[in-house]
């Protein structure tokens, strides 16, 4: 599976931005989809889990009520909506998929088999 992650930018706060995550050469419908972040001097953070069907999401505390997820089976991709960005948002953005869980949607990035290259997201106050 190949991960290809798109959609950083320079942005001010307030302003939104839409991340995609488009997946290759796997079985789509078969893999839950997460974006993590990670900023300088930081450890790497989970943001934002999808689970095969669309139905299961989950989001890290801090982009609640701001991020969203959805997922196009059409195009193989993943969207992360990003709403609000706050300046602490900024960060270099990675997708992330596995495809062996069935019902549930994890956020340990331990969980996670395949990585896409990052997108950088820069949010200025």
């Known amino acids: 599976v190949q991960l290809q992650a798109s959609g950083g930018g320079v942005v001010q706060a307030g302003d939104s931005l839409r991340l995609s995550c488009e997946a290759s050469?796997?079985?789509?419908?078969?893999?839950?989809i997460g974006w993590f972040r990670q900023a300088p001097g930081k450890e790497r953070e989970f943001v934002a889990a999808i689970g095969r069907s669309g139905e299961r999401t989950e989001y890290a505390e801090s982009v609640k009520g701001r991020f969203i997820l959805s997922r196009d089976s059409a195009k193989n991709t993943v969207y992360l909506q990003m709403n609000n960005l706050k300046p602490e948002d900024t960060a270099e953005y990675y997708c992330a998929a596995e495809d062996f869980l069935t019902t549930i949607v994890v956020t340990a990035d331990t969980s996670y088999d395949y990585w896409g290259q990052g997108t950088q997201v820069t949010v200025s106050s």
């Open positions: 050469g796997g079985s789509f419908s078969k893999l839950n």
